[in-house]
C-alpha cells in the first residue's frame, strides 16, 4: 500500500546534527513533491521543507533555512533532511508527507503522511 | 501561525459545528484550502482538499468552503470519533506553505 516510513530521529545536543530519512512505497515516488513537516510537543503544525519532484525546486521555512536540507534520491525512493546546527526549538515529530499532485506537478495538500521521527535536541 | 483558528470548539452528538480559518489574500484569498484531521498520538489526515474536495473514505458529513481570505471546515451529525485537532493549511505565494495554529474539537 502506499506509505512513507521515516527514520533516524533522536537525541542530539544543542548545535549538532542529524539526518532524517523517509522511505517511500506503493507509488511512483518520482511523480510527487515532498514536504517534511513537523509538531513540537503539544504545538501545531509547522511546515519545514518542501521539494519538487525532481528536486529541482526547494522551498525551507525561515526558520530552518540555512541550517536545514532537504534532499530526494527517486532511484532509491528516498526524501531526506539533513538537520544542522540544531537549537532546543527544533525540538519536535518531524512527518514526511506527500503532495497530492502527482504527474509530476504540485498538488493542493499532503494526502500521505509518515508516522513521524521524534527529534530532541537538549544537552 | 500565519493562518489563524479558534483553539478551541465543543459540540454535542448530533449537531452540526465549524470551524473558521482566516489568512491573507497571498495565501487563502490566493490559493485552495485544505483541512487535516489530527486523531491523539496520531499523524495527520487529510480531510478536504481544494477548497471542499474530500479525498476517498473521508465521510460526507466533512465540508469545507472558502470566502475571500477566510475558509471554514464544517462538520455535521457530530459523533464522539470526531474529538479531534483541526488544522487548515494552504500555500502561500510567498513561496512557503502556511498552516493554522489548530483547533481543539471537544464532542460534549
Known amino acids: 500500500q502506499v506509505q512513507l516510513v521515516e527514520s533516524g530521529g533522536g537525541l542530539v545536543k544543542p548545535g549538532g546534527s542529524l539526518r532524517l530519512s523517509c522511505a517511500a512505497s506503493g507509488f511512483t515516488f518520482s511523480d510527487y513533491y515532498l514536504a517534511w513537516i513537523r509538531q513540537a510537543p503539544g504545538k501545531g503544525l509547522e511546515w519545514v521543507s518542501y521539494i519538487s519532484s525532481s528536486g529541482s525546486s526547494i522551498y525551507y521555512a525561515d526558520s530552518v533555512e540555512g541550517r536545514f536540507t532537504i534532499s530526494r534520491d527517486n532511484a532509491k525512493k528516498f526524501l531526506n533532511l539533513q538537520l544542522n546546527s540544531l537549537r532546543a526549538e527544533d525540538t519536535a515529530v518531524y512527518y514526511c508527507?506527500?503532495?497530492?499532485?502527482?504527474?509530476?506537478?504540485?498538488?493542493?495538500?499532503?494526502?500521505?503522511w509518515g508516522h513521524g521521527t521524534m527529534v530532541t535536541v537538549s544537552s | 501561525s500565519v493562518l489563524t483558528q479558534p483553539p478551541s470548539a465543543s459540540g454535542t452528538p448530533g449537531q452540526r459545528v465549524t470551524i473558521s480559518c482566516s489568512g491573507s489574500?497571498?495565501?487563502?484569498?490566493?490559493?485552495?484550502v485544505n483541512w487535516y484531521q489530527q486523531l491523539p498520538g496520531t499523524a495527520p489526515k487529510l480531510l478536504i482538499s481544494f477548497d471542499n474536495q474530500r479525498p476517498s473514505g473521508v465521510p460526507d458529513r466533512f465540508s469545507g468552503s472558502k470566502s475571500g481570505t477566510s475558509a471554514s471546515l464544517a462538520i455535521s451529525g457530530l459523533q464522539s470519533e470526531d474529538e479531534a485537532d483541526y488544522y487548515c493549511?494552504?500555500?502561500?505565494?510567498?513561496?512557503?506553505?502556511?498552516f493554522g495554529g489548530g483547533t481543539k474539537l471537544t464532542v460534549l
Open positions: 493549511a494552504a500555500w502561500d505565494d510567498r513561496l512557503y506553505w502556511v
Open positions: 508527507a506527500r503532495d497530492n499532485g502527482g504527474n509530476g506537478d504540485s498538488g493542493d495538500a499532503f494526502d500521505i
Open positions: 489574500s497571498s495565501n487563502i484569498g490566493s490559493n485552495t
